[in-house]
């Protein structure tokens, strides 16, 4: 089983910057595919980035390309988001997942582990 933690979410203006944290622990996820996802009220689950595997090769919702980067450390077993030049829109829960195979890492039904989320919010 592997647990995932997320932190690092808040309140923060329109153009600024946060990065959020997702801890795993019960097993490495250094193999993992490890993925970012976000919520809005009345909207589903989308896709935000997702790094594969220990190759690190990274993927981006068109949304945040340019804006957000993902990447992980594996020492710490710890995958980051760093969310630069935030809009409005950006507002949702954000969730970190963690995928054994990582087929198809834009597709939430594939990863099997899911960390509780953090709230982001940006303000106009």
């Known amino acids: 089983q592997v647990q995932l933690v997320e932190s690092g979410g808040g309140r923060v203006q329109a153009g600024g910057s946060l990065r959020l944290s997702c801890a795993a622990s019960?097993?490495?996820?250094?193999?993992?595919?490890m993925g970012w996802f976000r919520q809005a009220p009345g909207k589903e689950r989308e896709f935000v980035a997702a790094?594969?595997?220990?190759?690190?090769?990274?993927y981006y919702a068109d949304s945040v390309k340019g804006r957000f980067t993902i990447f992980r450390d594996n020492a710490k077993n710890t995958v980051y988001l760093q969310m630069n030049s935030l809009k409005p829109e950006d507002t949702a829960v954000y969730y970190c997942?963690?995928?054994?195979?990582?087929?198809?890492?834009?597709?939430?039904?594939?990863?099997?582990?899911w960390g509780q989320g953090t709230q982001v919010t940006v303000s106009s």
């Open positions: 997942a963690a995928d054994q195979l990582g087929l198809r890492f834009a597709v939430p039904d594939d990863y099997e582990y």
């Open positions: 019960g097993r490495t996820v250094s193999t993992y595919a």
């Open positions: 790094v594969w595997r220990s190759v690190g090769t990274t």
